[in-house]
T-cell receptor, first 108, second 114 residues
Framework: LAKTTQPISMDSYEGQEVNITCSHNNIATNDYITWYQQFPSQGPRFIIQ???TKVTNEVASLFIPADRKSSTLSLPRVSLSDTAVYYCLAYFNNDMRFGAGTRLTVKP | EAQVTQNPRYLITVTGKKLTVTCSQN?????MSWYRQDPGLGLRQIYY???????DKGDVPEGYKVSRKEKRNFPLILESPSPNQTSLYFC?????????????FGQGTRLTVV
């Protein structure tokens, strides 16, 4: 099971681009990299998932280098409502294990 | 609307009084699981189920039971709750055996055992 390491917290300001990097040195061949967002007292919500290179959807981009030992979640032009905890997971099928996540605080 | 529904949202009970937290999903997902979330410990998996009548222990199963008699429901049972089971509980569901296994979580159940 791939262990992930990400910063405990980050601060940003409204309108800035935020990049959260996650390391997963022992990622397995079949593992997919997935990011979830969690607001206080709510269940985590899926943001984005990728296997390699770059994935983009309406809310975020995910950059994965060729060796797949790390990944970067990019949130463009954050707003106050993006203040949340962001979890990076590397898993295959349904074997999800959540770490402590990164607490992002967006300031006005 | 695709959703995972947990009930109740809040529950205060006394030590030893059996309780059940229900979880229901309307997405025909095979895989369902329960997590508890505690400050400083993150989300920890209690039990999971790959399909009807198939359940298995997660990382912290002690003191909990589950059942999966129907595909849509996955209740969490605390036969004899204790104060150390005071926590925020989440149910999740997703398709099994798929590469893109986006999980959907319920709104949570905040349980207090006194």
């Amino acid at each position: 099971l791939a262990k992930t390491t990400q910063p405990i917290s980050m601060d940003s300001y409204e309108g800035q681009e935020v990049n959260i990097t996650c390391s997963h040195n022992n990622i397995a061949t079949n593992d997919y990299i997935t990011w979830y967002q969690q607001f206080p007292s709510q269940g985590p919500r899926f943001i984005i998932q990728g296997y390699k290179t770059k994935v983009t959807n309406e809310v975020a981009s995910l950059f994965i280098p060729a060796d797949r030992k790390s990944s970067t979640l990019s949130l463009p032009r954050v707003s106050l409502s993006d203040t949340a905890v962001y979890y990076c997971l590397a898993y295959f099928n349904n074997d999800m294990r959540f770490g402590a996540g990164t607490r992002l605080t967006v300031k006005p | 609307e695709a959703q995972v529904t947990q009930n109740p949202r809040y529950l205060i009970t006394v030590t030893g009084k059996k309780l059940t937290v229900t979880c229901s999903q309307n997405m025909n997902h095979e895989y369902m699981s329960w997590y508890r979330q505690d400050p400083g410990l993150g989300l920890r998996q209690i039990y999971y189920s790959m399909n009807v009548e198939v359940t298995d222990k997660g990382d912290v199963p002690e003191g909990y039971k589950v059942s999966r008699k129907e595909k849509r429901n996955f209740p969490l049972i605390l036969e004899s709750p204790s104060p150390n089971q005071t926590s925020l509980y989440f149910c999740a569901s997703s398709f099994a055996g798929a590469l893109n296994t986006e999980a959907f979580f319920g709104q949570g159940t905040r349980l207090t055992v006194v």
